[in-house]
């Protein structure tokens, strides 16, 4: 045979260098594609977008933690408070711009008469950004 052939006479090694070929003609291909991609890249297409009016967003107002303990017990940030003193700082936040958002914490067996009275006393004073903040259920607890 010309080319070899399946002699195990002779001594034969493995070649030990990569065929290139294959390589740089992959490279030559990639070349012509983005030679012939990039002019069509540099072409923009005209576009008239419409002009915003509005302004930018105002930061949020800050949280309000509304909590009430098992012993029935008010917290206002953390600092506890009698149902008096609640309805005055509900006064004093519902006059503000833009209204801080109170988020209520109540534990599980607080009776619900207290935590509708807390909402009664708010909506009153006129909060109207109210959230209720819960647990995730730990799921078979």
């Known amino acids: 045979m010309a080319f070899g052939g399946f002699d195990q006479n002779k001594n034969t090694h493995p070649v030990s260098e ?7 003609d992959v490279m030559l291909v990639l070349l012509i594609i983005f030679m012939i991609t990039a002019p069509l890249m540099t072409h923009t297409i005209k576009i008239d977008l419409p002009k915003t009016g509005g302004q930018a967003q105002p930061e949020p107002p800050d949280a309000i933690a509304l909590s009430i303990n098992l012993d029935q ?3 206002w940030n953390g600092t506890p ?3 008096q003193e609640l309805q005055q700082r509900l006064r004093q936040i519902s006059i503000q711009t833009p209204q801080p958002e109170v988020h209520v914490r109540a534990d599980q067996a607080v009776p619900y008469r207290l935590i509708a009275e807390t909402l009664s006393d ?3 004073a006129g909060v109207t950004r ?6 995730p259920d730990q799921g078979g607890q």
């Not at 990569?18 to 740089?24: A, C, E, Y």
């Not at 109210?130 to 647990?135: L, N, R, T």
């Open 18 to 24: 990569i065929n290139m070929v294959p390589l740089i």
């Open 73 to 75: 017990q008010l917290f």
């Open 81 to 83: 408070l009698s149902r």
């Open 122 to 124: 708010a909506a009153q």
């Open 130 to 135: 109210i959230g209720f903040v819960a647990e």
